[in-house]
T-cell receptor, first 111, second 112 residues
Framework: GQQLNQSPQSMFIQEGEDVSMNCTSS?????WLWYKQDPGEGPVLLIA?????ELTSNGRLTAQFGITRKDSFLNISASIPSDVGIYFC???????????FGQGTTLQVKP | DTAVSQTPKYLVTQMGNDKSIKCEQN?????MYWYKQDSKKFLKIMFS???????INETVPNRFSPKSPDKAHLNLHINSLELGDSAVYFC???????????FGSGTRLTVV
């Protein structure tokens, strides 16, 4: 079945540093999404990308939908302690109707 | 108002029992989902309903039976619970297939 490879698996950074994580797949998706999950909560949508090559920002977050439709990255600039959590990429196809999730990147920020 | 609400938040039960988890969304979305998150935080789709019709049924034991009485509700019933069913179960909804989901806050099921 379709799989996403998300990296890195975990990151431990200093407050103020920039962060980058990415997802790759052997399959093509027509939607890429990035979610954040806080402990005890469900994933919350951060950024949705619907067109190959699309670059979208949401505050300090920037994500891109790869030209090949097989990859996406998420950057977080000037990290702050509340950025701590698990970040998931997800690829979707409207014809299958389901999102496939990456394994998650656990981010820890040291004040 | 909570957009996607699940009950209960925590469920501890013995092996062999039957239990249900309820989910309701007030977003007017047509599509609802159940996902399972294991101890390694991996999220895997179980079921999807579009306007009360089952459209996705992944390889899930038939002890798991979803029911959608209307497009705002998607419940999950689990028969003969096993230790391996312990996980966090998330309900989600979306305006259509392939769009971003809104997740509930999860139901942590522990089978002892």
């Amino acid at each position: 079945g379709q799989q996403l490879n998300q990296s890195p698996q975990s990151m431990f950074i200093q407050e103020g540093e920039d962060v980058s994580m990415n997802c790759t797949s052997s399959s093509i998706f027509n939607t890429w999404l990035w979610y954040k999950q806080d402990p005890g909560e469900g994933p919350v949508l951060l950024i949705a990308l619907y067109k190959a090559g699309e670059l979208t920002s949401n505050g300090r977050l920037t994500a891109q939908f790869g030209i090949t439709r097989k990859d996406s990255f998420l950057n977080i600039s000037a990290s702050i302690p509340s950025d701590v959590g698990i970040y998931f990429c997800a690829g979707g196809n409207s014809n299958t109707g389901k999102l496939i999730f990456g394994q998650g990147t656990t981010l820890q920020v040291k004040p | 108002d909570t957009a996607v609400s699940q009950t209960p938040k925590y469920l501890v039960t013995q092996m062999g029992n039957d239990k249900s988890i309820k989910c309701e969304q007030n977003l007017g979305h047509d599509t609802m989902y159940w996902y399972k998150q294991d101890s390694k935080k991996f999220l895997k789709i179980m079921f999807s309903y579009n306007n009360k019709e089952l459209i996705i049924n992944e390889t899930v034991p038939n002890r798991f039976s979803p029911k959608s009485p209307d497009k705002a509700h998607l419940n999950l019933h689990i028969n003969s619970l096993e230790l391996g069913d312990s996980a966090v179960y998330f309900c989600a909804s979306s305006p259509g297939q392939g769009y971003g989901y809104t997740f509930g806050s999860g139901t942590r099921l522990t089978v002892v």
